[in-house]
């Protein structure tokens, strides 16, 4: 099968391999011209020549998918497919999906899970969209999916590939924020005598062995006590959607939200509301408060009222 690939990056130039690895014919086009196999757009599309719908996938970052949707709607012909393979919001599917469906363009949206290590092991495709497009897409599916038994759902319509990705990432979430508080809590405690040793020893026999779990000890063999990087924790939005669509169907979600929170408290040089609670602390009880009461005696004696 031929396909148009948009964005060879750290996971479209993967998934371009693993896809002509399993015998198909990939037109990838990205910025650096180095790694594209065509100009632009409009010369990809020009080159998918065989007797079938054109199918392009998107594998671009979140905020330049609406440009290339847009493109790619005055390209195709009616009956062509474009995959969305892209962290977007499940909410912008069925948007996308009209702009499309106006031009009889179909649209498949494809949550994919992977990373880096997807060329090796495979990807996990969660994908939306009717059955008789899904289907034209299949042999591509197999080819990314992961050798076995699992690894693909065809979740349902239009969005419930990348609702399926956002649930996925979300709990994705809540795993690395319960590893991170135990490995804090052995680094603190100072009992068990050698942590990377302890958490290597989990990746057999317990109930908590898991993929991610193993590549944090593969981080800890590196940089056993992780002194290597600041402790800033990043998001792209899907812990965010998550927890926006729990408040929706209000479905209690502590942990996901406990781990998101727990980032954005990563990225403070301080906490404006430790210190509005320090200063209520020292207001009521006269408790010590920590930096300010060099610059300002009066903290250091519990307030008159
Ligand atoms: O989808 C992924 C993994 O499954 C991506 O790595 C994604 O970036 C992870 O989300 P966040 O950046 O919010 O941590």
């Not at 790694?35 to 020549?49: N, P, Q, R």
């Not at 302890?198 to 991610?212: C, K, N």
């Not at 930096?291 to 009222?305: F, I, L, M, Q, R």
Request: some cysteine; overall charge negative.
């Amino acid at each position: 099968m031929e396909l148009g690939l948009v964005g060879l990056g750290k996971m479209g130039g993967n998934m371009r391999q693993r896809i002509r690895n399993a015998g198909h014919t990939v037109v990838g086009v990205d910025h650096n011209p180095d790694i594209s196999d065509a100009k632009d757009l409009a010369d990809m599309v020009g080159k998918l020549t065989a007797d079938q719908p054109k199918v392009v996938w998107i594998m671009v970052p979140v905020q330049a998918i609406d440009a290339v949707v847009t493109e790619l709607s005055d390209l195709l012909s009616p009956g062509d497919i474009v995959i969305d393979g892209g962290n977007s919001r499940w909410t912008d599917d069925t948007r996308r999906a009209a702009q499309l469906a106006e031009k009889d363009i179909r649209f498949v949206d494809c949550g994919v899970s992977g990373g880096v290590w997807g060329l090796e092991n495979g990807y996990a495709l969660m994908c939306g969209g009717d059955k008789d497009t899904v289907d034209v897409v299949m042999p591509i599916f197999e080819a990314l999916k992961p050798e076995g038994e699992f690894g693909f759902v065809h979740a349902g319509k239009v969005g419930a590939g990348h609702f399926s990705k956002m649930v996925h990432n979300g709990i994705e979430y809540g795993i690395m924020q319960a590893y991170a508080e135990g490995y804090e809590l052995l680094e603190a405690a100072d009992v068990v005598e050698n942590v990377p040793e302890a958490f290597e020893s989990w990746r057999e026999g317990t109930v908590i062995r898991s993929w991610l779990l193993d590549l944090l000890v593969a981080s800890l063999k590196d940089d056993s006590h992780l002194a290597k990087i600041r402790g800033y924790a990043d998001d792209s939005g899907e812990g965010r959607w998550t927890v926006e669509a729990a408040i929706d169907h209000a479905v209690p979600m502590p942990a996901i939200s406990a781990a998101l929170f727990a980032r954005f408290a990563s990225r403070q040089e301080d906490s404006p509301a430790m210190k509005a609670i320090a200063a209520m602390r020292n207001q009521f009880g006269g408790h010590a408060v920590k930096g300010a009461e060099a610059a300002d005696p009066s903290y250091a004696t519990p307030p008159k009222h």
